[in-house]
């Protein structure tokens, strides 16, 4: 799935329910590895959120060693509510995110991992809309290391509202990350990632990495026609070999 190749270690995978700093109550995937962990990982789905193809992510992820738990974006939204938007209906509803509580969430997957598996050291990544919200994170959250796959760096025009902000406006102060795009990427365009290195350019500690004619979405899910196999092999193993430093 998504061309992360197994790793060599038994997984499991189960659906959970986390339970938010204000009350809500936070759809979420949890997958562990046979054996103690390696490392402990926050997973931020893309805009359509826990679904069975994150289901097989988080899985193929904990292969390598990693636990991790995935938490819905839309969680404050009725279940069957959030069950009937199409694409376009989660776009529309982007503005009404409250950074606040959505980095809430996140905080809140970062304690279920170290309360279920020990240790205090968690990471992130996150794919589209949640790899904006992976690099937010990275600023604010209690995260040693992020891996946003093609997250926005200014928040699309159609998506702003009063409580959200653009990640670039704290990128300077985000933990060692590691940022993957495509250089024909509508959503992320190169003057943003430009202005992103600009924001890193005395983190040694921060890489960028974009892929020559990779649009929107090419890592993470394989159905999709943007789909590149051999770039999508090239991050994931960029991605797991950074979340593995110490």
């Keep these: 799935m998504g061309y992360l ?7 499991r995978v ?38 069975p193809l994150f289901d097989e992510v988080c899985r193929r992820v904990a292969t390598h060693g990693f636990a991790v738990c995935a938490p ?12 009937a938007l199409d694409a376009a209906g989660r776009m529309a509803r982007v503005k009404e995110l409250v950074d606040d509580l959505q980095l809430d969430n996140l905080t809140t ?43 926005m760096i200014r928040v699309p025009d159609d998506w702003r509202g009063p409580d959200n902000r653009d990640p670039l406006d704290t990128a300077a102060g985000v933990c060692p990350t590691l940022a993957i795009f495509g250089d024909s990427d509508p959503w992320v365009p190169m003057d943003d990632v430009n202005a992103l290195r600009a924001a890193w350019s005395d983190r040694p500690d921060c890489e960028i990495v974009v892929y020559p004619g990779a649009d929107h979405g090419f890592v993470h899910d ?24 110490h």
Excluded at 5 to 11: C, H, L, N, T
Excluded at 28 to 47: K, T
Excluded at 72 to 83: H, K
Aim: net charge negative; with cysteine; charged share 25%.
């Design 14 to 51: 189960e659906r959970i329910v986390l339970d938010g700093r204000d009350g809500a109550r936070v759809d979420a995937i949890h997958a562990q590895p046979a054996g103690s962990p390696i490392g402990l990982l926050v997973l931020h789905p893309d805009l359509m959120g826990v679904r």
């Design 222 to 245: 394989p159905d999709r026609p943007v789909h590149l196999p051999d770039a999508a092999a090239d991050a994931w193993q960029r991605a797991l070999e950074f979340l593995r430093r």
């Design 109 to 151: 997957a970062a304690d279920y991992l170290t309360s279920n598996h020990g240790g205090d050291a968690v990471s992130i990544t996150g794919f589209c809309m949640g790899g904006m919200y992976t690099l937010k994170a990275a600023s604010s959250g209690p995260f040693r290391r992020a891996v946003p796959f093609y997250g």
């Design 72 to 83: 819905e974006p839309f969680a404050r939204m009725a279940p069957d509510e959030r069950a």
């Design 5 to 11: 190749v197994e790793g060599g270690r038994e997984a």
